[in-house]
């Protein structure tokens, strides 16, 4: 199973934080999020699965994302500490499933890219973003997955979501050769994070369709 269906660990891209940068401090020019420990991003979920009959179930939910703190990688960088928590509902005609998930990672940023790693440590990571950042570049952002491919398709969509108006966003979007039907996009605002998230799955068994927007946020 790709990436993109586990435990939308994909949704951790909303956070590209910077090595070694003051965690109180502002974002350095060019970070495409607020660099600062205490920040903290809340989302809508909604949505809907579809059976193979085609029956349709909504879905609905709230995510929040934090950045909890600064630690240090076994090899001397420094790492911000991102936790992500979300609720998910899914109603059906006979009853309703829930499901909380809670997930920590590790968010580093380099001169040519942002990375994520899943402990402090573990030298393998996911590359999440090349820099500078350049409308339809692409790249394998895991090498046990080399299927999956993430692209840059836009540097200046514009978003509407419930906590504001955003222009001149980064559209990037990941696919799965060997899943179709499966992609992710996610909308990121430079400074303030990003704004919009969608995940879309379709395969012989089931639809899935969920839009994460944002809220609100704690921006320092």
Partial sequence: MSAIKTGFAVLLLMLLFS????????????????LSVGN?????????????????FPITGTKLTSIAGLTTH???????????????????????????????????????E????KDTVTTDYELLLKLPVVLNDSWVPKPD???????????????TVPAGSYSDCVDLRDTDTAEPGTAFDIYISRGDGAVEFIVMMDDSTQTM?????LTSSIVN
């Fill in 19 to 34: 090595c070694g940068e003051d965690s109180t401090g502002p974002s350095a020019p060019g970070d495409y999020l607020p």
């Fill in 40 to 56: 903290q991003w809340n989302y809508s979920i909604s949505g809907y699965m579809k059976t193979a009959d085609r029956d349709s």
């Fill in 74 to 112: 076994q090899s001397g960088f420094d790492l911000y500490v991102l936790k992500d928590s979300s609720y998910t509902i899914v109603t059906t005609p006979d009853t309703t499933f829930t499901n909380t998930e809670v997930i920590t990672e590790y968010i580093c940023k380099t001169d040519t």
């Fill in 114 to 117: 942002y990375r994520i790693y």
């Fill in 145 to 159: 997955e080399p299927t999956v491919t993430r692209r840059v398709q836009s540097t200046t969509s514009s978003i």
């Fill in 209 to 213: 369709y969920m839009d994460f927007k």
